[in-house]
């Protein structure tokens, strides 16, 4: 699956368009490595490390979803590895 497809029906970004920016910008590390395409698979297992409301996320993809389901659902497909660490807006690019 599409990484942003993922994160658009994981409900981590609110549009799909706004997860190919954020992914395309180089915010978005999975397994340690810089994604730049918007198209990178996402399997289960795989650590993605993304910047998400003024805060850096570390998630461990448990399942790939099959469609855009209501928020529970989505948080199944999911595990936070650790709490949201908040960005230091003074040094932080974005």
Not at 2 to 12: A, P
Not at 57 to 61: A, L
């Given at each position: 699956m599409?990484?942003?497809?993922?994160?658009?029906?994981?409900?981590?970004t609110k549009t799909?368009?706004?997860?190919?920016k954020i992914v395309e910008q180089?915010?978005?590390r999975m397994d340690g490595q810089a994604v730049t395409r918007a198209h990178a698979d996402v399997?289960?297992?795989?650590?993605?490390t993304l910047p998400l409301h003024g805060a850096v996320?570390?998630?461990?993809?448990a399942a790939l979803p099959a469609r855009r389901g209501p928020a529970p659902?989505?948080?199944?497909?999911?595990?936070e590895l650790t709490a949201p660490?908040?960005?230091d807006v003074a040094s932080s690019p974005f």
């Open positions: 599409r990484i942003d497809k993922f994160l658009f029906f994981t409900r981590l799909r368009s706004l997860a190919q180089g915010h978005v399997r289960p297992g795989a650590v993605i996320h570390v998630i461990e993809v659902e989505a948080r199944t497909h999911y595990r660490q908040p960005i």
